[in-house]
């Protein structure tokens, strides 16, 4: 069945890679996930957000991500790695209600909260989770943009002089920290990236990696998880300009930096909005070069070789999962 986090984390702090986290809330994500996982022989955690929740129908996802595993042998893998991980959990209600519905994993994102009040609230969610040997991931900082329909203006970095109290106060099982990454695909603006003169692309300034040096030096050897952790695959985006969208300056993270943060401490990497534009790139184009097309199978598997593409990519080139299991 559906496993936890703690040994795959515990595996890839020691291995230096890290696990995808990918987020899903229809049957070709889900389908394209499980088919790059198994191929490329990674465990992979799937993630369903409150929003995915509501537009999916928990009752069905619940099922669709246990048939994910069923789906894993029947593709071939004999002992699948799968997590089904509840993405910013923002209440004890909600946290407990997916752990009763099956969930092996939870996020309490109560970052937004006075510290005082994310420890508490985390610890109530880790109190009731541990019964069941659900995992549990607590966030520290603040992410710029929309969070948990909460939405700030710039990043709060990580406080490393909180994170020992925390993690022993709450007992949470690995910590999602802010360090420069942000959701959604627009996660710089323009004007504090300067352009790459070999490419003629913008770079984004670095991430905080001095924060994330100086959080594994507080709790050596814990597991830390990236949130907004998408790179904005150019070519996706231009796809998707071509064929009647308007995406303007969207901006990732580099894979480069992913790369080093999955060597480190950070064992899982959370990707969605790359999903997103793979999905949305291919649909596009179809739309636009086979206008006489209408049966969704016709566009909506185009979507879906096009996210087990991204997903491979992720598992193989960037965060070094394959081969894992
Ligand atoms: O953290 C945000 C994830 O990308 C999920 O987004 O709330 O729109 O489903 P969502
Ligand atoms: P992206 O928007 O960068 O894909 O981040 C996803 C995420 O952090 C989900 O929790
Ligand atoms: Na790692
Ligand atoms: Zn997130």
Redesign the pocket.
Known sequence: GLVNTKEMFAKAIKGGYAIPAF?F?NMEQLQAIVKASVETKSPVILQV????RNYANQTLLRYMAQGAVEYAKELGCEHPQIVLHL??GDSFELCKSCIDMGFSSVMIDGSHLPYEENVALTKKVVDYAHQFDVTVEGELGVLAGV?DEVSAEHHTYTDPEEVIDFATRTGCDSLAISIGTS?GAYKFKPEQCHVDPKTGRLVPPPLAFDVLDAVMEKLPGFPIVL?GSSSVPQEEVDTINKYGGKLDAAIGIPEEELRKAAKSAVCKI?I??DSRLAMTAAIREVFATKPAEFDPRKYLGPARDNMEKLYKHKIENVLGSAGKL
Do not use: L
């Open positions: 987020n809330n957000s409150k929003g995915a993405d910013h969070e959701h949130h959370n969605d909005s």
